[in-house]
């Protein structure tokens, strides 16, 4: 069984650009969390989608953010404008009826 | 929500050396998992642990839900054990029922040749 997938795996971009992270869950999961960890900080919740529903994304930094969840499948999150502050590394997380979340492996994501 | 604590912040150790690490959490879980990111950001799994005792290779760990606590131990530590390692829980009774995860302040290890 494949785990959580996200690419790319590291992106740099200049401050200004857009920047589009992609996550694939694992089969079945209806359950799909983003978080991130910026400047060596703590690792935070961004948003829950389950299925294609957003439940909470009373994590989301701002509005520069938009993250969706096309046919309860793979997710997106897209930063536009990125901000020199964007700088972190974003980790998708997916799970089913239990507890345990599942972690890709995260994007390092890169603004000068 | 669910307040999660780390100690120490920061450990510094020669190879060949034993560690403990230590997870607090303010509420009761269901979800307890370990994880280390590498020097590279890459977050890897170590252990999906609400309660008991789990080992794998050098590395163990327990939980003791009943006093809100989780140990992590590491062995015989190396160099690539470097890193930071996070707690992460989830599914406390104030949680709403969701299932995401609230992670710990980590813990930053370097293992010294």
């Known amino acids: 069984e494949a785990g959580v997938t996200q690419f790319p795996s590291h992106s740099v971009i200049e401050k200004g650009q857009t920047v589009t992270l992609r996550c694939d869950p694992i089969?079945?999961?209806?359950?799909l969390y983003w978080y991130r960890r910026v400047m060596g900080k703590e690792i935070k919740f961004l948003l829950h989608?389950?299925?294609?529903?957003?439940?909470?994304e009373s994590g989301m930094p701002n509005n520069r953010f938009l993250a969706e969840r096309t046919g309860g499948t793979y997710s997106t999150l897209k930063v536009q404008p990125a901000e020199l502050e964007d700088s972190g590394v974003y980790f998708c997380a997916s799970s089913h009826y239990y507890p345990e979340a599942f972690f890709g492996q995260g994007t390092r994501l890169t603004v000068v | 929500g669910i307040q999660v604590e780390q100690s120490p912040p920061d450990l510094i150790l020669q190879e060949g050396a034993n560690s403990t690490l230590r997870c607090n959490f303010s509420d009761s879980v269901n979800n307890l998992q370990w994880f280390h990111q590498n020097p590279w950001g890459q977050l890897i799994n170590l252990f999906y642990i609400p309660s008991g005792t789990k080992q794998n290779g050098r590395l163990s760990a327990t939980t003791v839900a009943t006093e809100r606590y989780s140990l992590l131990y590491i062995s015989s530590s190396q160099t690539t054990d470097s890193g930071v390692y996070f707690c992460a829980v989830g599914g406390g009774l104030r949680s709403g029922g969701y299932q995401k995860v609230t992670f710990g302040t980590g813990t930053k290890l370097q293992v010294l040749p």
């Open positions: 089969s079945g999961h209806d359950n």
């Open positions: 989608f389950v299925k294609e529903s957003k439940q909470d």
